[in-house]
């Protein structure tokens, strides 16, 4: 595993021990299982999938990790950032996806086309990622289940090079290693004959199509058919069939089946390349684009997370199908479009009919968007606030679609303003949400109650602030009592300042400070407004703060402040702004961590730089005596160890728990850029820790040859003794390191 190890290059190998006791399983299938682990002593959490090698082929692990380690050093935010590998546990060691998978997501909650359309061009973006490489990386396990999606719901491609051709490769034994991993539906016709040409990136692309199927339609392909139904259906040129996308669709959605249809062509040269889809699929995003969309949230620090009706909506998920109803059914008419025969057909027992989902004829009538068909309806009797089993009413479904002249009638009608829905959203938290001034104006004056709570604590000003919708928030605020406005608090604390701050909506920050929001308020988790905008790098907002009187040394309940979160993040020009405006250079966490601890663990070299020059010190000691020093080894950053030592970071200063120099950690990580700049900088080649053990100990144990013949000829002394009296060789006699017992024994 060492040599494995040391062939990833910049791929750490984890150790179990790494890990905090508490793994939580996440999830399971035949080859394997994912859990969520925290790092000993950090805040972050990660996935690790492992594998069950008594089940995978022989040598699996090791061409996983060949593929994996390829764009494991580069960056793509529409790929799962892969951090390492643990060899404990035959691991690949991931950021953890809070959201799960986009297969779980689909079957749970109904999508908004803006979202849907968000997802495709996020996937496709990733996957161009993949074909871009050199030789291009084929993903060949595409599919929703291997789609992520982090805390904001962003998609990002996950597993890829767990499924291999190899040349030589019988098409029968890949079409089983396919079909085992629950790959059927997603695998192209090309595929199931008898030619020897392997799989190209046509694959993918067939996959893709697949994917955007499930994602137009929230339905799973070929249900309940036999695999050789599946093979024979596929390799006759039968697709899933288009007629299950929703009817209300917007128009753009034909261009994008148009697309899917060229993904999934059954000439292989005649689909597209993903260059081609993701510039297609972005300029259709673009069309639908969900307000806010584009900006990130960050629960890991304190950022916010909105209610799930940011993603979903009730919109109708198309009416029953004419098999069911009839051709001439009422429904039918109303999806056809036909509603003056909807009108002569419909009766007065028709409007009790209750239809999937509790949905009743009203419902089907206000999404139609006929107004003259919902009167019709009205005036049989049919009840203006019948609810669905998930509690939408039909002023919900009006609201939605910004039917202003059918949310009137229902509200001459008496449509009440304030019922729920499951999640305790009223009609009112959809019209803010989505910046509709003049439907909020049409419920505020028919009684809507402004101050009304869904079920995290969220108001509708909340959603408005969020959204960066300042006509609504100045609709709403102008009806809130100031008593009101100080209570206008989330579940977890938040107040509108804090959502329109750390979304960087600096004009909806300013109207709300001009109204009296406290600029210190904080949260249940003690963050202030400040500390948001600091963290997501709103330079402009986090100077209004510092005006309007925040504390620029607040304090979260892990002992953070804004500079911290900014040093995190890498934010420079914030940490300059900071301290420039009195911020206190070397504040420490709860674990006694300064900014530049945190620069340096996350790699931010030029923050690193900045807050040095700006007098922050550059050998504080943290959580067991630790230096910025020694966190920018133990993350093999060697440009940040050299950016430390050049502003006289101390090499030889020993942490607290094991007498560890910066040197002994840079060996242990198998860093040799590190190793070279400490030992540049005169660091002590033969320091021992409280166990005798030096740097050629380590750098031996480890098996790196590089390092060690770096360490020798420069002084290092192999017959010194650690604690067990064994010396350098001994280490790589136990450990079987032929290439360094050679260098040793010289």
Not at 303 to 310: E, M
Not at 504 to 525: C, E, R, V, W
Request: aromatic fraction near 6%; hydrophobic fraction near 40%; include cysteine.
């Amino acid at each position: 595993m060492e040599r494995l190890g040391r062939a990833c290059g910049e791929l750490r190998d984890f150790r179990k021990v790494d890990f905090e006791a508490d793994w939580i399983k996440v999830a399971e299938c035949r080859f394997g299982e994912v859990y969520q682990v925290q790092l000993r002593g950090q805040q972050e959490s990660l996935a690790l999938k492992t594998f069950n090698t008594s089940l995978c082929a022989e040598g699996f692990y090791r061409r996983v990790i060949n593929e994996v380690s390829k764009v494991a050093t580069l960056k793509s935010p529409h790929i799962v950032p892969i951090y390492g590998l643990c060899s404990d546990v035959t691991a690949i060691v991931m950021k953890h996806m809070s959201n799960g998978s986009l297969n779980s997501l689909l079957g749970t909650h109904t999508l908004m086309w803006p979202k849907k359309f968000q997802m495709i061009h996020e996937a496709s973006a990733g996957m161009n990622f993949l074909h871009s490489m050199k030789p291009p990386l084929l993903h060949l396990n595409l599919k929703t289940s291997n789609i992520l999606l982090d805390n904001t719901l962003h998609a990002k491609i996950s597993d890829f090079g767990l499924i291999q051709w190899e040349d030589g490769m019988n098409k029968n034994v890949f079409m089983e290693h396919l079909i085992a991993r629950g790959n059927l539906s997603y695998i192209p016709p090309e595929t199931f004959t008898q030619g020897l040409d392997p799989p190209g990136t046509a694959f993918d692309v067939y996959s893709f199509a697949i994917v955007m199927w499930e994602i137009l339609t929230q339905q799973k392909p070929h249900t309940g058919s036999s695999v050789t139904t599946v093979l024979l259906q596929v390799s006759n040129g039968k697709r899933p069939s288009v007629e299950m996308i929703p009817d209300r669709k917007p128009r753009e959605c034909e261009v994008m089946t148009g697309l899917m249809r060229q993904c999934w062509d059954h000439d292989s040269r005649k689909r597209p390349q993903f260059s081609d889809v993701v510039r297609r699929t972005e300029a259709m995003s673009d069309v639908l684009r969900i307000p806010g969309s584009n900006q990130r949230q960050r629960p890991d620090a304190g950022g916010p997370q909105s209610p799930i009706h940011t993603i979903a909506s009730p919109v109708m998920c198309g009416f029953p199908s004419e098999a069911q109803y009839g051709r001439n059914g009422i429904l039918s008419l109303l999806s056809r479009g036909d509603f003056v025969s909807f009108r002569v057909s419909v009766r007065r027992e028709d409007t009790s009919v209750r239809f999937a989902g509790e949905k009743r004829l009203l419902h089907y009538t206000v999404a139609s968007g006929d107004t003259h068909s919902v009167q019709h309806v009205l005036s049989l009797g049919a009840d203006v606030n019948c609810t669905t089993a998930r509690g939408y009413t039909p002023l919900i479904i009006a609201v939605l679609h910004r039917l202003y002249d059918i949310i009137s009638l229902l509200l001459d009608h008496g449509a009440a303003t304030n019922l729920c829905d499951e999640d305790q959203w009223t009609a009112l938290h959809f019209a803010a949400q989505s910046g509709d001034d003049r439907t909020v104006r049409l419920l505020l004056d028919k009684g809507a109650v402004v101050e009304a709570r869904e079920k995290a604590g969220w108001m509708p000003l909340h959603l408005a602030c969020q959204n960066n919708h300042e006509p609504v928030v100045r609709l709403l605020l102008s009806r809130l009592s100031d008593k009101a406005l100080e209570e206008c608090r989330t579940a977890q604390g938040r107040m509108p300042l804090h959502l329109a701050c750390a979304y960087g909506h600096l004009s909806i920050a300013k109207l709300l400070l001009f109204q009296g929001a406290d600029a210190n308020a904080t949260d249940q988790s003690l963050l202030t407004a400040l500390h948001l905008s600091a963290d997501d790098g709103h330079n402009r907002v986090v100077r209004h703060l510092v005006k309007s009187g925040a504390h620029i040394d607040a304090v979260d309940i892990r002992g953070y402040t804004p500079l911290h979160l900014a040093a995190l993040r890498g934010h420079t020009g914030i940490c300059r702004q900071l301290l420039s405006n009195g911020a206190s250079p070397d504040p420490k966490t709860l674990q006694g961590w300064t900014p530049v601890h945190l620069a340096a663990l996350k790699g931010q070299q030029a923050t690193v730089f900045q807050l040095l020059c700006q007098g922050c010190s550059v050998n504080a000691k943290g959580e067991n005596g630790w230096t910025p020093l020694h966190l920018a080894c133990h993350q093999s950053d060697p440009d940040a160890v050299a950016k430390l030592l050049e502003a006289e970071a101390d090499p030889d200063t020993r942490e607290d728990s094991g007498g560890w120099t910066p040197l002994h950690v840079a060996c242990t990580t198998v860093c040799l850029r590190s190793v070279l700049h400490l030992i540049s900088h005169h660091a002590d080649v033969n320091a021992v820790n409280w166990a005798k053990v030096t740097p050629l100990h380590m750098a031996a144990q480890r098996g790196c040859a590089v390092i060690v013949e770096a360490l020798l000829l420069n002084g290092a002394d192999r017959t010194l003794l650690d604690s067990s009296g064994c010396t350098a060789l001994n280490m790589a006699q136990k450990g079987d390191k032929a290439e360094v017992l050679q260098l040793l024994q010289k």
